[in-house]
Each structure stands twice: as C-alpha cells, then as structure tokens.
C-alpha cells in the first residue's frame, strides 16, 4: 500500500527560527493535504497541494509530484505555531487519504 | 458554521462490552470517516461512507463496525471492545472523494480496561 514518510519526526526551534518539514510518498499522490493537530488534538486543514507552490500568511507548502517529495515551510515561528504536523495523500487508483506520523514542533519563547 | 461533532468526547469502556461513538456533520457533505490515532502515529482509517445507508471498509476494519443511517449521522461501533482499541477516534467528512474540503471532528478519547 501507500506509505507517507515525514521527517523529521520532532523539531525544537527558538520562536522567530524558520522551519521546513518534509514529506516523501511511494506512490504517485492524485491529492496531498498537509494538516495540522493542536497541543489539545484538534486537526485543521492547511493546504490542498497536490502540486505546485501555495502560501498562506507564514506557512508555505511545495509539493513535486514527479519526485515523490512535499515540503512545509514556517517561517518567522510563533509558540502558536507549536504542536504536529502531518501530511497525507490520496495515491493513484485510490479513494482515502493515508497519513504519515507527524512532525512533532515545539518552540522555545 | 459548517461542523462536525463528536460525541462523547471521552469514554472508559471495560474488556468485552460493546461501545458507540457518534459522529454529526453539518456541511452537507457525502463523505464520511472514521480514524483512530495511537499515540506517537498518525491517523488510520477504520471505515467510511459515501453516501447514507453504506459503509466501505478502510484500512484497519477489524473489531469495528459502522453505520451510517442519514447523510447527517456516522456510527462507529465497537461490539466487543478489546485493550488494543484504547485510542483516539477522529471523524470527518469531505465534500466529496477528492478529500480537497476535509473537516474533522474534535476526537474522542477511548479508553478500555
């Protein structure tokens, strides 16, 4: 089956340090959504990325498709920044979403 | 504001018994899921429903059962629960298989003695 690799697997900045979260796929992802999980559990939709370069205020996603490869960048981070980061996809021929394990942040004021 | 709710938000279960978690989504969407997240992993799908009175297994459908009885409303249900479903539970719900418009419920914590 699809597999979603992320790393790292936790991350440790000083606030105001930037941030680049990686992901890597075994198989061509028809969708690519990265998410994120607050402290308390809630998970929010980021970006819908399956290819391209998409902004949104500090954070921004690049995916290439060709390579099998997605990239979340924060920059100018923020406490409210901390807690996981996970990435998913949809592969080809498939219908569901599958999620790697995260990148835990934490941020040191 | 389009939601979707969860209920219980927490529940004990003990070995053997037979437990319901609920799901209640007002984006008017078709899809359904059911997640659970252990700790330190990401999200797995148990099951999911496209449209109302179906479910499709997903990933990991083993000791779990679902129902989905209105577009509204997702059931998942534990007949006889086990130590290894202690876990989070997520629901969710997309617009439609292209997943673009996920919302997620806010989780419920399972736990079984």
């Known amino acids: 089956g699809q597999q979603v690799q992320q790393s790292p697997a936790s991350l440790v900045l000083q606030e105001g340090e930037n941030a680049e979260l990686q992901c890597n796929f075994s198989?061509?992802?028809?969708?690519l959504q990265w998410f994120y999980q607050h402290p308390g559990g809630r998970l929010v939709s980021l970006f819908y990325?399956?290819?391209g370069t998409k902004h949104t205020g500090r954070l921004t996603s690049t995916t290439v498709t060709n390579e099998r490869r997605s990239s979340l960048h924060i920059s100018s981070s923020q406490t409210t920044d901390s807690g996981t980061y996970f990435c998913a996809i949809v592969g080809t021929g498939s219908n569901r979403l599958t999620f790697g394990k995260g990148t835990k942040f934490s941020l040191i004021p | 504001e389009a939601a979707v709710t969860q209920s219980p938000r927490s529940k004990v279960a003990v070995t053997g018994g037979k437990v319901t978690l609920s799901c209640h989504q007002t984006n008017n969407h078709d899809y359904m899921y059911w997640y659970r997240q252990d700790t330190g992993h990401g999200l797995r799908l148990i099951h999911y429903?496209?449209?109302?009175?179906?479910?499709e297994k997903g990933d990991i459908p083993d000791g779990y059962k679902a129902s989905r009885p209105s577009q509204e409303n997702f059931s998942l249900i534990l007949e006889l629960a086990s130590l290894s479903q202690t876990a989070v539970y997520f629901c969710?719900?997309?617009?439609?298989?292209?997943?673009?418009?996920?919302?997620f419920g806010s989780g419920t914590r399972l736990l079984v003695i």
């Open positions: 198989s061509t992802a028809t969708r």
């Open positions: 969710a719900s997309s617009v439609d298989r292209s997943n673009s418009d996920y919302t």
């Open positions: 990325n399956p290819s």
């Open positions: 429903s496209y449209v109302a009175d179906s479910t």
